[in-house]
């Protein structure tokens, strides 16, 4: 019995080796894989924050593309008027006057 039983260390031995090493072979690839995905989740959260922007940007392009907004736009923040009009600037009794809030 004591024959057998140190035949049968080296051969544990050797196997828990062998398993050791397979373990530490994969353990680099799936911390890369476990990285790159995480990495795949903040782009795909940057992506849609990047899409909701687009989003938004894409309508304030529209709006400037009216011509009644641009109109409203230079009336009210630049003080423009049409040619023939009379522009007029309310100014209070006390204080400076407000700038336009645009």
Not at 66 to 89: N, S, T, W
Request: proline fraction near 9%; aromatic fraction near 4%; charged fraction near 25%.
């Amino acid at each position: 019995m004591s024959a057998s039983r140190t035949k049968l260390a080296p051969r544990a031995a050797a196997l828990a080796i062998v398993v050791i090493a397979l373990l530490l072979y994969l353990l680099v690839p799936l911390r890369t894989y476990v990285a790159q995905r995480n990495r795949l989740g903040d782009l795909e959260r940057q992506t849609q924050i990047l899409e909701q922007q687009n989003v938004e940007l894409q309508g304030r392009v529209d709006q400037l593309g009216d011509p009644a907004y641009i109109e409203k736009i230079a009336r009210e923040c630049l003080a423009m008027v049409r040619p023939g009009e009379i522009g007029f600037v309310i100014v209070p009794k006390e204080g400076p006057p407000e700038p336009p809030s645009c």
